[in-house]
């Protein structure tokens, strides 16, 4: 055995080295010609993740010093070292070819791996994360029915209406126990998107936000204020539904596993804590129990019946859907589905649960600091909407379909900056499904591509003619693409046309994002959006706030959101 392994010394000696050799090799980062990188990351172990994780320290927003970049090496096309062993990843940094790729360029450009990973750890059967193709479409249709507008308006409308006066009255109880002091205000967004997305995916009311109303009126004279109305309010913590803590739980890991140099060993990690599988138990069986009953109270009908029953909610129609299918099928319909059918329902309601819960309230929050940072914008929205929705003659509020149906260009306009100065997904994430070219940069195929959505950041020049076909051929559909007299500052007034209305095409908008993999709730998220926004609006004078209490600094989870979110209200 000794001499064995003394005469293979030599040999072990070599395959050593090179396995080293090769390790160090791979580990250095080793850019694709001909694009743009920093010279002194090309150098480091760990390329450019440091300068990454230095800036993130201090800004907690990595799309900013990843797009700065761009600006640092003056190119609309880089490629940053974002983790040792792997390939660098490419950066695109001009609305335009943004736009253009995410549209029309999907046969080259795809969901990357490393988000539907993400995802597929926890959600493996759904349409998110599933490469854009017949499968993908296929699956999408299937909800078609609780997107479009014949379900949003029967279904959708009185409940968000609900819901919005829900979280006025709430709001309202705790403006009145803070007594003029600010007080934190997200989770009251979280709770009232929770309880719509839940009741149109599920058909169940929740009654979150009323439980969170009676637990501020049960303790508003029981509770001892600070002396300074500076200082924050003591309210009560908003009791949040299980379901709607297991959701943000699930976004949570989500995001970690995003950001992580070692997705697959962290999301392995996540998943043996024992937090991770009791909370996968409890969704996994709330979920599964729901299907089975609506499938078992269906299955009783006839295909008429089934055919003429109305959608109440998108688990009706999931659950419809397929009993329909079984019965053109010839299957069974009084047994259980099948796994895969189940799973599959079971996914697709809970993406919509995952993907349509939390963006909602973030982008409310955004807004509401918008109104607080800018009281004259503030005072001429509220102006707009009292001449355009006027109370009724006993102060009721004004009706959904008035606040859904009147034109109000300011309110638009105000929807549209907040969207676009919000930027909630900073970072779209895409893959290359083949060897291609941007801007007359040649990209290899798989590899991973993250674009700027961010409509406000001034355009680098760029030669017409280096501009994809498609992108060249739609220039002209919007005004323009930036504002010469730039975007940082919050400017509804940028959005309206000379005649004073509101004019969608004035500058691109990617805020849903754009293409096949665009947002598949933007109609409900807007409806919901406007209906709050108007109400919020009309109900409350948010008053400034103590500088300590008004950061407008963003903090990145799985969107950008607000670090702080505090109001001060005077009820109207
Ligand atoms: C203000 C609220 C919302 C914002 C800002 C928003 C934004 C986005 C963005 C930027 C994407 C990424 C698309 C891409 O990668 O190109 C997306 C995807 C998605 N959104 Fe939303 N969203 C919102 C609300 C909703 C709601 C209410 C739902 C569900 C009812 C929803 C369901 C989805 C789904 C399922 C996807 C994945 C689409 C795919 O299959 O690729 N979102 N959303």
Known sequence: MDILSLNHLPLVAIVLAFILYYVSKRAYPSPYPGIPFNATSANKFWGDSSGLLDAVKITQDPAKFIFQQNRKLNSPVIQLFLAPLSNPTIIIDDVREVKDILSNRTHEFDRAPRTQDAYRSLLPHCSLVKATGPAFKHQRRFWEGVTGTPFLRRVAEPKMYRCALGLIDLLRAQAKMAGGRPFYCFDDFDVAAFELIWELVFGTNVDAIKNARNKVLCQTSDTAQPPSLNSPARIPVIQKPDMCEAVSFFISTVAKSLKSVSQTWHLWYLRQQPVYKRKLAFKNSTIDGLIEKTRSKLAGLSEGQLMELEESSALVTGVRRQLLAHIRQGQPVNVPFPASVQAEIHDELFMILVAGHETKAVLLSWSVKFLIANPEKQEKLRKALVDALPKGSNGEQPSVKSILSTSIPYLEAYMEESMRAANTSPRLVRRTTTDTQVLG??????????????????????????????????????????????????????????????????????????????????????????VNLVLLVLNFKFESLPKDLDSMESQQRLFRMPRQCYVRLSPL
């Open 441 to 530: 940069y040649s990209i290899p195929k798989g590899v991973t591509v993250i674009l700027n959505p961010y409509i406000g950041t001034q355009p680098l020049d760029i030669p017409e003619h280096l501009r994809s076909e498609t992108s060249r051929n739609s220039k002209g559909n919007f005004e323009s693409y930036w504002d010469v007299n730039g975007m940082d500052d919050f400017q509804p007034e940028r959005w309206l046309a000379e005649d004073g209305s509101f004019n969608p095409r004035q500058f691109p908008r990617l805020g849903f994002s754009a293409g096949p993999r665009m947002c598949y709730g933007r109609n409900l998220a807007l409806m919901e959006f406007r």
